[in-house]
């Protein structure tokens, strides 16, 4: 199989229209890095405009904010991180995905042998 392969991707519902998955996550790690929800975006390539809303979206369906923000403007000086609450949000997250990925690797294994050798490797099939 392929080297980045099998691949999961974890998505959470945790209430009615909430959820939590690989592209928020990724995300509040690009903010964690970065400090700002621009370059964030950009590594993702999302526009500005879908992170604000995820962001949002994120400081109102939690019980604390996730991210915080600081103004900028044309003198610069703007950025955003991760609260103590998002980064226990986002670790919560990541050790989930890790467990999963480790308590189920002989099923996956199974279920990559189930895959026709052509596509393993990415060939065309006759």
């Known amino acids: 199989m392929a080297k980045d392969f ?3 991707r974890l998505r959470i519902v945790l209430a009615p229209g909430v959820a939590f998955g690989p ?3 990724d995300l509040l790690e690009g903010i964690e890095e970065t400090g700002s929800l621009s370059a964030a975006g950009k590594r993702l390539r ?3 405009k879908r992170a604000w809303n995820l962001v ?3 400081n109102a369906q939690f019980a604390e904010p996730v991210v915080e923000t600081a103004k900028g403007g ?3 000086g703007g950025g955003s991180r991760l609260t103590p609450f ?3 949000l986002l670790e919560t997250f990541r050790a989930i995905e890790a467990r999963m990925l480790a308590d189920s690797a002989t099923e996956f294994g199974a279920l990559s042998g189930m895959v026709k050798s ?3 490797t990415g060939e065309a099939s006759d």
Request: hydrophobic share 25%; charged share 30%.
């Open 56 to 58: 949002g979206d994120l």
């Open 86 to 88: 998002g980064k226990k």
């Open 6 to 8: 099998p691949k999961v």
């Open 23 to 25: 592209g928020k996550a």
């Open 118 to 120: 052509s596509l393993e």
């Open 46 to 48: 999302m526009s500005y």
């Open 74 to 76: 044309s003198g610069g």
